[in-house]
């Protein structure tokens, strides 16, 4: 159950970029609320801010590993499916940026909140956050080191 929720969410991060790359890449972008929020291409060679970049190798392996780990953590019998489905986002959310490094050397971004930041972000990315900040509410609410 959990490998298809990764494949159905991999399958949704991989269709966005490709529109956004097909839509937006020779562009200014998009305004969705003018001076708010903007759908922007981005070739990102580096993690999360820009950080690290052309450090291919590193963000490769980070991502086999969390996947190794992943699919281990979900098929433990002591997890809950909460954590489950959290440990789920974050592996497609790694897979997905993944897919684009090795297919392309970079990671399409496109979310561009201008009022908040100015870091752009893609689905994947939030994949992952929101996978990170789930497992750690399990966390917190089991108690235990056990997930």
């Given at each position: ?43 990102n060679s ?15 392996i980070i ?74 509410i399990c ?9």
């Open positions: 159950m959990y490998e298809i929720l990764i494949i159905i969410l991999l399958i949704i991060d991989q269709a966005s970029k490709i529109t956004v790359k097909n839509t937006l890449e020779n562009t200014q972008g998009m305004s969705i609320i003018d001076g708010v929020f903007h759908l922007t291409y981005v070739e580096g993690a999360a801010f820009g950080m690290l970049q052309n450090m291919q190798y590193v963000f490769i991502a086999l590993i969390v996947l190794i780990a992943g699919i281990y953590f979900i098929h433990k019998e002591e997890s809950t499916k909460l954590a489950k489905i959290s440990i789920a986002m974050i592996i497609s959310g790694a897979i997905g940026n993944l897919v684009d490094r090795l297919r392309l050397g970079y990671v399409i971004d496109f979310f561009d909140f201008k009022i908040i930041w100015s870091y752009v972000f893609n689905f994947a990315d939030i994949l992952v956050v929101l996978g990170t900040i789930l497992l750690c966390l917190i609410r089991s108690g235990k080191d056990e997930v």
